[in-house]
């Protein structure tokens, strides 16, 4: 089972609950696919057992061989190739990847290189099989990374996936393919305006999902009223609290500072597992309490 | 040889559009006479690279300067790269620019003027 932890605001506690819920649950493994600022490492605190490089591959056109057709230009969706009398250009950091220009080249000029775009590592911590991506400085193409991340999932295991927050490109990546996605709010205007927005995503993509409300005594109450009215579950609520909120600025995950949330997170599971089976046998989404 | 100047219409009245790569229209004009043609700017939508698909298409019109509002580094590096001089800050009609084109007073851009995405729609 994949469970996807995801949130359309950042901050809302996603890995504060990715983290505590890989911990409590038997067997898992923990995907932090946030590559442009992982941090569940920081809770886990994994030992690397393996690093590998992730490239992807960008044109590099053979000017003796170009009959400056155009055709590369042409097929570009993201305009990473201009084609001039006598040069082409290669604009790297609109690539994609994709090889489609190579791929079309008639006269077989174009070459493909790698352009490196940041790294997975991959270890292990308290039982919890880890993985995360870090995607280099300055570079803009996440979901190639995130797919590097995610080709190291193990079915055999529990799979908690901590996404990156908003609803763009590299969420969708983290989130496809999961089984069921937890949705982090708090119960402000801007948890409530930026979860109507995950809700659109994860509906479009017809993955099963639920709530989970973090920092749950403040604010208004429009966030539960709105899950309620949605039929969307609520899956667990973590108090704004003092204690909580010093084990966090520690570093501490929230299971380890508080054993009470043990159960609460086996619960969930439980929760969300029979979430699934009734799902995937009856194709749509029913509320289970 | 002709000139490229970004236009918010079809037409020498027209106004300059102070973008490069997202301009409504190109006109391109002879430089000797008043002889001209507009061309939709077929990238005004793109969703990113518009200045380097608007840098090749002006490329490949045997141009010899371009007169707009703003470029940004792709379009800049592209209009370079087949030696076409960027002339940026100009704003009033497509007429006056050249004219004043014509009449020597402007100075060839040394790098872009604005930084991507400048002329996305907000």
Redesign the interface.
Known sequence: MIVSIASGKGGTGKTTVATSFALATKNSQLIDCDVEEPNAHIFLKPRREKRVTVSIPIPKVDLTKCNFC?KC?QI??????????D?V?V?PH?CHGCGGCSLLCMQKAINEVDKKIGIVEIGKANGVAFVHGILNIGEVMAPPLVRAVKQNINTSKTVIIDAPPGTSCPVIEAIKGSDFCILVTEPTPFGLNDLLLAVEVVRKMKIPFGVVVNRADLGDRKVDTYCEEENIPVLMRIPFDREIAMSYSKGIPLVTAQPIYYRKFTNMFEIIKNHVCVYSSKGNLELVD | MKICITSQGNNLDSEIDPRFGRCKYFIFVDKDGLEFEAIQNPNVEARGGAGIQSGQLVAGREVEAVLTGNVGPNAFETLKAANIDVITGLSGTVKEAIARYKKGEFEVTQGPSVSSKFGLPS
């Open positions: 155009g230009a570009c969706a993201y305009n990473a190739l201009a084609v001039l009398n040069r250009l604009f609109l």
